[in-house]
């Protein structure tokens, strides 16, 4: 049994409930903290946000340094032959992100658990507060480029029309008039589909339809042909979008500096635009 990129809890807890399938699962939450303690997915391993991201101002959510991930990813038992399954309590956010980290790092098994600990637990699965002690592992990896796109790089597609720049953050963002950084707007030529609305507030935070989402992109001028490059502020909202690209079957990247790193230097190209 193979798990998609993008499960339902029901699918989940029939993999948990299959002791041949069992023993190479393991469950990720980066729900809050106070959630987590209080219920998760059984067996679900806690992972802070912050674990995920550099933290070094003004670029916060940048990589972190291989040394840091392998420290992660040793604490919580990982091995390249588990299938990860991941989820937050937010829409998909960080388990967007952390899906991105795997592919960093060139894990290949790996699912979205659709609508999170908010579906799980609208739909009456099991649940737990025990906290897991996994036994440390020591895992040796290198970085994959494939995923990420640097500054540099960002630039340069600047110049291809066929490279598509996806702003997961707010209208007031992309335009310029929310203050987040030393300048404001957004990336010459990228588009905006913010992030939470790619997401339905009645089905439990579940992602909208695939087919739906790639039609609201298309409207946009992304197509299945081009390259995507998503970003947010600190590529935390655009862990979901880079997870929706690649359900969708989209060649995607994302740019982990993002707008604290592209506003908050002096030269890079910025546009504004009035928020209709």
């Given amino acids: 049994m193979k798990l998609d990129l993008i499960i339902e809890p029901e699918q989940l807890e029939v993999y948990q409930n299959d002791p041949k399938l069992k023993p190479n699962l393991k469950i990720v939450d980066l729900s809050q903290a106070q959630t987590y303690a209080q219920v998760h997915v059984p067996g679900a391993i806690h992972i802070t946000p912050s674990e995920l991201i ?9 990589l972190p340094t291989l040394e840091q991930l392998t420290s992660l ?76 796109a640097e500054l540099d790089e960002v630039l340069k597609s600047l110049e291809d029309d066929n490279i598509k720049i996806w702003d997961a953050r707010s209208a007031e963002e992309y335009a310029g008039t929310k203050i987040t950084a030393q300048r404001n707007g957004h990336i010459p030529g990228a588009v905006n589909l913010d992030w939470l609305h790619t997401m339905d507030k ?13 039609e609201k992109l298309s409207v946009l001028g992304i197509q299945s042909n081009n390259k995507i490059i998503t970003h947010c502020q600190s590529h935390h909202r655009s862990g979901l979008t880079y997870l929706i690209a690649k359900a969708i079957g989209y060649d995607v990247k994302a740019y982990d500096g993002s707008w604290a790193e592209w506003g908050n230097l002096p030269d890079t190209p910025i546009e504004t635009s009035s928020i209709t």
Avoid: C, M
């Fill in 202 to 214: 009645n089905k439990s935070l579940r992602l909208l339809p695939l087919q739906q989402l790639q």
């Fill in 73 to 148: 990813f040793a604490r919580i038992g990982y091995s390249p032959e588990q299938h990860i399954v991941a989820y937050d309590d937010e829409g998909g956010g960080w388990a967007g992100r952390f899906i991105w980290t795997l592919d960093v790092i060139g894990h290949k098994s790996y699912s979205y658990l659709n609508g999170g600990i908010h579906a799980w637990l609208k739909e009456g699965h099991s649940v737990s507060n025990e906290i897991p002690q996994p036994s440390p592992t020591n895992p040796a990896f290198t970085i994959h480029t494939d995923a990420l």
């Fill in 54 to 62: 550099s933290g070094i101002p003004p670029a916060t959510g940048k």
